[in-house]
């Protein structure tokens, strides 16, 4: 009970420090983008790129690490029932 209420508060704690933090850089990015766009530069193709693996590279790492964990101790139960 205690791990799960740990658990709980430290997400609720992560949540509510990154939502002032995301407020200010995002009209700035798609402002940026958009005029570079109307001026004919590619920047906002680069930016947008950028901003796709910058997403992707969190998701990749918590997937990685979560299918190890998961191949760890799925392997764990059959030993058990080897040396029963």
């Keep these: 009970m205690k791990k799960i ?3 709980f508060l ?3 704690a992560l949540m509510g420090s990154s939502i002032h933090t995301a407020d200010a850089q995002c009209a700035m990015c798609s402002v940026n983008a958009e005029q570079s ?3 004919g530069n590619t920047q906002g ?3 947008n790129s950028g901003i796709l693996y910058l997403l992707a590279i969190p998701y990749l790492l918590i997937t ?3 299918a190890l964990w998961y191949l760890k101790y ?3 139960p059959a030993d ?3 040396n029963s």
């Design 80 to 82: 058990y029932a080897e």
């Design 64 to 66: 990685g690490v979560g």
């Design 45 to 47: 193709k680069g930016l």
């Design 37 to 39: 766009v109307k001026n």
């Design 74 to 76: 799925r392997k764990k």
């Design 5 to 7: 209420a740990f658990v």
């Design 10 to 12: 430290f997400v609720i």
